[in-house]
């Protein structure tokens, strides 16, 4: 169970603008290439993980509709069914059935400060489980705990494919109502947790971003800053990079609108290098004052508009999910839009300036956007360089955003939108993109 005390600040599938990117007349760009040329490939050998949080109705047929949504994981905990019990055992048996993987919970979460013991059943002998969840949003304090626990775990599943994973915190609570840094929580969290744990290290937390207070829609202003610790933090130890998208409305999270909500979140998270993200929630939450979720809480195989707008995302994801994971997180970069200085040049946006907030990009001169927007870095094994641009503008208020990037040297770009591949040619190294309002694309230029 979440941390519920926590602040996070269409149907048919959004189109490219002119989707050509076409080129602004006079400003570079270029039209699609259909010729003979050669464009690198990537090995269709890694994929995003997908998960949900708070499981189906215990049916077959339910976790075949999660199955169908595009998500590869399930969260499971004692909340939907008591461990030990043949109701409990049904999830992974019914996650085996449908091809799902299970990630079982020790039930720790709003009682952090209980110490429970770890749930010490040996979960390999299910071909479905494939991770343990140690503990949810540890504070401080507990670190000792989660850190004994994962002692006895490495020694539980030594030789055997299971992964452990802890999701930390967003509040960054040291316990007993005081707070830290982010940046001390996340130095905590892994020389005291995650650097205990044999194998995979996943550096994992929540921020729920799209807020309402008093019915003005805003953004909370810790989510940048706070992927940009945790992404730093994994690319600096060789670790993963998982984040919870937000899929429920309470007194302070708004409702899901749109498919624009999923994608704003998960291209903007992407610009941050995320492995995996999980859907919080899945069903709709036993919490009497939480909306939202992507399937009814009490009545079987009854999707909500969130189930049909994330499957949708999730299939464009998957796409291209092998070229994206191909390319090693460099580090982001935030450019402030020039309608938003045109009318006051002393604008800021308080979610920029974020930690270790890049200044420069390797592969571009100069970049200018008309919108607020997000450049994530990266580069491969091959020396390719690539970048995930990102509309960062509220999808409510529906604004395109025309992204001039000036290269250092290269005549194509290939660029992935809506999962598809495109060839562009770049003249002058100069290529214009129009990204729609909650839209993201993933450009890797080249020489040929």
């Not at 169908?68 to 049904?90: N, P, V």
């Not at 060839?423 to 100069?430: A, F, I, L, P």
Request: glycine share 8%; with cysteine; proline share 3%.
């Amino acid at each position: 169970m979440k941390n519920f005390k926590k602040i996070g600040f269409m149907s048919a599938a959004a189109v490219f603008t002119a989707f050509s990117l076409a080129a602004c007349t006079g400003g570079g760009g270029g039209a699609p290439l259909y010729g003979e040329e050669t464009y690198p490939e990537w090995e269709d050998n890694k994929s995003m993980w997908v998960g949900g949080w708070d499981v189906p109705i215990n049916t077959e047929a339910d976790y075949k509709m999660a199955k169908d949504m595009g998500l590869t994981h399930m969260f499971i905990d004692g909340s939907m069914a008591t461990k030990g019990t043949e109701a409990y055992l049904d999830q992974l048996r019914h996650c085996e059935k449908v091809g799902l993987k299970a990630i079982v919970g020790n039930d720790i979460a709003l009682g952090n400060g209980e110490n429970k013991p770890a749930d010490m059943t040996d979960y390999s002998v299910y071909p479905a489980v494939d991770m343990i969840n140690v503990w949810d949003e540890p504070h401080i304090n507990n670190f000792d705990s989660v850190a004994a626990m994962i002692e006895s775990y490495n020694e539980l599943y030594a030789d055997k494919d299971m992964t452990l994973y802890v999701n930390g915190n967003p509040s960054n609570n040291i316990g007993d109502n005081a707070w830290t840094t982010t940046e001390d929580y996340v130095e905590k969290f892994y020389n005291k947790v995650l650097s205990k744990i044999d194998g995979r290290k996943i550096f994992s937390t929540d921020i729920y971003p799209l807020l309402e207070t008093r019915g003005v829609y805003t953004l909370d202003t810790r989510w940048l800053h706070t992927m940009a610790v945790y992404a730093n933090y994994a690319k600096d130890y060789d670790g993963e990079f998982h984040m919870f998208i937000q899929n429920y409305s309470s007194s302070i999270c708004r409702d899901i609108q749109s498919r624009k909500d999923f994608t704003f979140q998960i291209y903007t998270d992407m610009a941050f290098g995320i492995n995996g993200y999980t859907y919080f929630t899945y069903r709709k939450s036993f919490i009497e004052d939480f909306g939202g979720g992507c399937v009814e809480y009490e009545t079987s195989c009854t999707p909500t508009s969130s189930y049909y707008w994330a499957q949708e995302v999730n299939a464009e994801i998957a796409d291209f999910d092998h070229v994206y994971l191909s390319f090693d997180w460099d580090g982001a970069m935030s450019v402030k839009g020039t309608y938003n200085l045109e009318d006051d040049e002393e604008y800021e946006n308080n979610s920029f300036g974020f930690h270790k907030e890049l200044t420069e990009l390797k592969c571009v001169n100069n970049v200018s956007a008309t919108q607020d927007t997000l450049i994530g870095q990266f580069n491969d094994d091959e020396g390719r360089d690539a970048l995930m641009i990102t509309n960062f503008t509220m999808p409510t208020d529906d604004l395109e955003d025309v992204v001039k990037l000036e290269f250092k040297d290269c005549n194509r770009a290939l660029v992935w939108a809506n999962g598809k591949r495109k060839v562009y040619e770049v003249r002058d190294n100069k290529l214009t993109l129009e990204i729609p309002s909650g839209e993201g694309v993933f450009v890797v230029p080249i020489k040929i």
